[in-house]
Each structure stands twice: as C-alpha cells, then as structure tokens.
C-alpha cells in the first residue's frame, strides 16, 4: 500500500467534494494481476483521468490513486479476513529482505517555472564523508533508502547511526525540495522525547540529502505483531499504546501532525521484550496551527482517517490511525479492509469495525469502548491522545500525563463564547463522571494553580513555555494565548476550569450522555434557562432567518425557555463549513 492522495474538486456553489484521482484506472470487479505486488505512491495533484466504469463509491469519490496498493506485503491475492482472521496468516506471503516501503510522494517530472533550474542546496554541512562511514542498507523507499553507519569523528565517533539517503535527483518539483527541508526541519524541532527517534546530523553532496539518527535495531511493530500470532494480550497492547500516545501527545502539543502512523513506523531499539519503541518516518508529517486545517490527502490507505478523504482534517486524523493499530492489537485483522485501495477507502467512508466475532467477545468492555472512541468517524468525537492516556482501559496513576493543546482550545473558546452558552457548559460540567474530571483534574495540576487554587492567563502561557520547543515556535501554537487574554484579568477556579475544558462533542460519543444530559439540564433550569426568542437563538448560534422554523421547536411554548431538545441541540451546536485550510503548492 502506497501513500494516498487527491485533488480537490470546486462545485458551482463553492463547495470542495473530495476526488480520489489514478493515473490508471482498474474496474472495481476486475481480478487484479497475481503476479503484481505494488509499490506505486499515488501522485499529490495528479490531474484526473475520467474511467470507463461507472464509479460504485459515494459521490465525489473517485477510485484509488494506485492501482493495487493494498497488497504491498503480499505476493498474491487473498480472500477478504474474518474480522477474526490474523494478520500473521493474511501475511503469510509477505516479502521477504529489501521489502518495498513507502517513500514520500513523487510529484510531477520535469521543472517548474516554465523550464527554470530548481535549487537542491539544502544548506546541510558538505562533508557527509568525512564525518561517517557508511554500511549495509537497512531499508528503501521511494526517494532513497536507509542504511546503517559509523561515525568517525566528533560526538558520534564509533557510534552506530542510521542514515536516510534521499536521492536529489527525485527531487523534481519544489513541493518535494520542501518536503524533504520540512522533514529534518521537524526532526531538528522534535527534541528531547523518549519514544522519538534521535536526529543528530543533515548532510548533502551533489546527489544526495543525508538524514543521521538513531538506529533502532530491534525491528518494527509489525514484526512483533506477527511473531505472536497476529494479536496481543490486552496487558502487552497497554504498555505499546502508552508508548504511541505519549509521543503522539507530545508532537500534538508542538503543532506536528505525523500523518503516516502504522506498525512500520514505530521500531524497537533492541531486540529486547521490553525495549521502548521509537516513532520514525517524519516524511509526510507537517506543522499546524491550532486552528488550522490540512486538505492535501496523504498517509497510507489502511489507517487513513475519514476526514482526511473529506480533504479538512488536523490532528485528530493521527488518532484514528492509532484507533486502527490498536484494532489491529487486539483482534489481528484490519478494521477497514478490501481488495483495492479504493475499496479500503469506501469502507472507511462507510462501513463500521466488527466488534462482534471472535475474539471480540472475550474483549474486556473497556477495551471495545477505547477502540471505538478513537475510531468515530466524526473526529470532533475522538478522544485526543492525552485523553486516550488517561481512559479507563490504558490509565495508570504511576505515568504522567501530558499537557493537552485541546485545553487551549476549549478554554479559548470558552472565553469568547456569550452568557447563554457558559451558562449551558457549567452546567453539563456539573454532570460529568469521574472518568471526565480524573483527565480534567490531571490538566489542572499541570497548569500549576495559584495558592488561591485559581489559573489566571499567566498559568496557561507558562505551561506552554516549560514545553515548548522549536517545533512549537514554528508552528505558532503559543499565538492561541493571544485569543485567551482575558485571562490576564481575571483567574478561573477549577469548577469554571471544567465548563471551560469539556467538549460536548466528545460527552455525546459515551455511552452514558443521555444521563449526562438529563442532569445537566435539570442545572441548566435552575441556573441558566431564561426565556429566548427564536431570533435570539438565531444570533447565539450565527444563523439567518431561514433557520427560525427549525429553531422554534427548540423553544417551549409553555415559557418560551429552552426545551431539553433545544439544550442539547443548543450544546452541540451548528457545524459550519471552514474556509481556513492550507493548500500546498
């Protein structure tokens, strides 16, 4: 399976439908090649071809960009897996030494700028030669491939490091130049985690950008997957999610995206049962501002997110990809699987994971409520990775938490929010569980109250600072402080902290939030309920006069106060659609 990606397509009223686009187009219900083992990327902005078939998958998406991307690890096709069947036996025919991998995706041939030299010089030191000595190849991509090597000189004189070499020469387009800049600039950024691969050196020639980091020898997660048949034990899939999550939170909290999670990307730095994973592969991964939005369609077809395909997505798209490593955990198989690459795409659009064949049933509850909560299809649903940490399933008092960019973001919103709405989330804030305050009370702590036990604005910023990097600079999450200075006069106990920090979207996935809301609205009718026009309503929710006949059921008519419909309505609000997405050139 190669990396996807698409191109957006512009309605006549302006809307953007995702178009999944191929260089070649293959019949859905055509046998593909035996033979045939792809390792084809898909190509960023490839323009489309129209196919002879008439398309079976949802309106606005196309078939795959490759054309039997699904089976990288496979010598010939197999039938479609239980939801029970292993891994091992599905991979069975995997390919042995020198596997094909994913590289970062080739753009266009040729030059851009109508025939104009495009500049390859990086910067990098110049004398790669002179300073390691290179050895065996390790692994190979699109772009170049990885081998092993030893220092000569300074720091790293007789260590061992791996080397990502990444051909010049497939630098075609300036899109691929900064791709490969953005790479070692995160890698540079992202310093200091336990569970990142090291980066050390970024060296060039003339041929050739040289990336030195760490060499973790003891395989990838794959490798170990299969080693047991397939699945984990419960107890062992906690302490490797741990480890996923931890690393993923702290790129989150530093405004990176990974957006190429799977079990090829996280390796082991020995061979040891109890060796601590690395996540590696930075090669698609970008900066994002906490209010921003991606649209270009990249990762790999199997544990890309919904919203991805839907071309706006941010960070929750690396959530999902976690809930599909831990699906795989398990149970052994894929929870989104086809023959083609479109075919996984469909499913992922459409279908729902089975939770309900073997071994599922013998599956703790809490295990199939994590699973799920990380794999809702409406990403503003999905647990973030610190809230993962601290789920029922995975919680261990005994391992920190990490700080949570969404606090930033919910209490930002909070502050700009109007009377009517706080009124409504202090109220549900007085209905949450013991689940929900245990993840609050642990992003109180780390903001360090006053002796009042009160945060003010000066809390907030100087826990960004104490976790601040340069990835974090670079990709401006300090600039959402700018948003929350009304902080600076004024302090927030840790009650106002909850209404602040809770996310009605993510309350409504539980299982529970019917009962969440029933009591949080009997606070609501002694607190906060008033009587509001239809009109007013409109402007608490920014909506025009076309709206008022759908509003008005949301009003009683006995008091002309909130109804419980109108509150729960009320709380979840009303998505409209956001301009603020970045479009790589």
């Given at each position: 399976m190669g990396q996807c990606c698409g191109k957006a397509a512009v309605g006549e009223n302006g809307d953007v439908a995702t178009t999944i686009v191929a260089p070649e187009e293959v019949h859905p219900q055509s046998p593909l090649?035996?033979?045939?083992?792809?390792?084809?990327?898909?190509?960023r902005n490839t323009p489309t071809r129209g196919s002879p078939w008439p398309s079976p998958y949802p309106a606005g998406v196309a078939p795959s960009p490759a054309r039997s991307t699904p089976r990288r690890f496979f010598r010939r096709p197999f039938p479609p897996p239980s939801p029970a069947k292993h891994i091992k036996a599905s991979l069975?025919?995997?390919?042995?030494?020198?596997?094909?991998?994913?590289?970062?995706?080739?753009?266009?041939?040729?030059?851009?700028?109508?025939?104009?030299?495009?500049?390859?010089?990086?910067?990098?030191?110049?004398?790669?030669?002179?300073?390691?000595?290179?050895?065996?190849e390790v692994g190979r991509g699109h772009f170049g491939h990885t081998c092993c090597a030893k220092g000569k000189k300074g720091e790293l004189k007789d260590q061992v490091v791996a080397?990502?070499?990444?051909?010049?020469?497939?630098?075609?387009?300036?899109?691929?130049?900064?791709?490969?800049?953005?790479?070692?600039?995160?890698?540079?950024?992202?310093?200091?985690?336990?569970?990142?691969?090291?980066?050390?050196?970024?060296?060039?020639?003339?041929n050739n950008v040289y990336i030195v980091m760490e060499l973790c020898e003891g395989g990838e997660l794959l490798d170990r997957i299969?080693?047991?048949?397939?699945?984990?034990?419960?107890?062992?899939?906690?302490?490797?999610?741990?480890?996923?999550?931890?690393?993923?939170?702290?790129?989150?909290?530093?405004?990176?995206?990974?957006?190429?999670?799977?079990?090829?990307?996280?390796?082991?730095?020995?061979?040891s049962d109890d060796a601590d994973m690395k996540l590696i592969d930075f090669g698609l991964s970008d900066f994002i501002k906490p209010d921003e939005r991606l649209n270009d369609i990249v990762g790999s077809a199997y544990y890309v997110a919904p919203e991805v395909l839907h071309r706006s997505y941010s960070l929750e798209g690396d959530i999902w990809?976690?809930?599909?490593?831990?699906?795989?955990?398990?149970?052994?198989?894929?929870?989104?699987?086809?023959?083609?690459?479109?075919?996984?795409?469909?499913?992922?659009?459409?279908?729902?994971?089975?939770?309900?064949?073997?071994?599922?049933?013998?599956?703790?509850?809490?295990?199939?409520?994590?699973?799920?909560?990380?794999l809702n299809k409406d990403y503003r649903?999905?647990?973030?990775?610190?809230?993962?940490?601290?789920?029922?399933?995975?919680?261990?008092?005994?391992?920190?938490?990490?700080?949570?960019?969404?606090?930033?973001?919910?209490?930002?919103?909070?502050?700009?929010?109007?009377?009517?709405?706080?009124?409504?989330?202090?109220?549900?804030?007085?209905?949450?569980?013991?689940?929900?305050?245990?993840?609050?009370?642990?992003?109180?702590?780390?903001l360090e109250p006053n002796k009042d036990g009160r945060v003010s604005f000066e809390n907030f910023r100087m826990a960004l600072v104490s976790n601040a990097t340069d990835a974090m600079k670079e990709s401006r999450v300090p600039d959402i402080l700018n948003s929350m200075t009304t902080l600076s006069y004024r302090k927030m106990d840790f009650d106002e902290f909850c209404a602040a920090a809770?996310?009605?979207?993510?309350?409504?996935?539980?299982e529970g939030w019917e009962q969440i809301a029933s009591i949080a609205f009997e606070h609501f009718e002694q607190e906060g309920n008033r009587i509001i026009t239809v009109e007013e309503l409109a402007r608490e929710l920014n909506l025009g006069s076309t709206a008022y006949s759908i509003l008005k059921d949301w009003i009683r008519s006995s008091d002309g106060k909130l109804s419980f419909l109108g509150y729960t309505k009320f709380l979840h609000g009303v998505t409209i659609r956001s301009s603020n997405t970045r479009h790589h050139q």
């Open positions: 090649p035996v033979s045939e083992v792809s390792n084809n990327p898909s190509v069975a025919k995997r390919l042995g030494q020198g596997k094909p991998k994913e590289g970062t995706i080739p753009e266009d041939s040729g030059n851009e700028g109508g025939g104009q030299m495009l500049d390859k010089t990086f910067g990098y030191g110049k004398n790669f030669g002179a300073k390691y000595e290179l050895g065996k080397v990502k070499i990444i051909s010049k020469a497939k630098m075609t387009t300036a899109i691929s130049i900064e791709d490969v800049r953005r790479e070692v600039k995160i890698l540079r950024g992202l310093s200091g985690h336990k569970h990142l691969v090291k980066f050390y050196d970024a060296c060039e020639d003339s299969l080693s047991r048949g397939g699945r984990y034990p419960e107890e062992d899939a906690k302490a490797i999610l741990r480890q996923i999550l931890n690393v993923v939170s702290f790129c989150h909290l530093q405004g990176v995206v990974h957006r190429d999670l799977k079990p090829e990307n996280f390796l082991f730095t020995s061979r990809s976690i809930g599909v490593i831990t699906y795989i955990l398990l149970c052994g198989s894929r929870p989104f699987w086809a023959r083609t690459e479109s075919g996984i795409f469909r499913a992922v659009l459409r279908a729902d994971p089975n939770f309900d064949d073997v071994p599922w049933p013998s599956v703790s509850p809490e295990a199939k409520d994590f699973v799920k909560r990380l649903k999905r647990m973030t990775a610190v809230q993962a940490l601290t789920h029922p399933w995975l919680r261990d008092e005994n391992i920190p938490i990490p700080l949570d960019i969404l606090i930033y973001k919910l209490v930002k919103s909070y502050l700009h929010a109007t009377p009517l709405k706080r009124a409504a989330l202090k109220s549900v804030s007085k209905a949450l569980t013991e689940d929900e305050l245990f993840y609050l009370r642990a992003q109180f702590a780390l809770i996310s009605t979207h993510q309350l409504e996935a539980r």
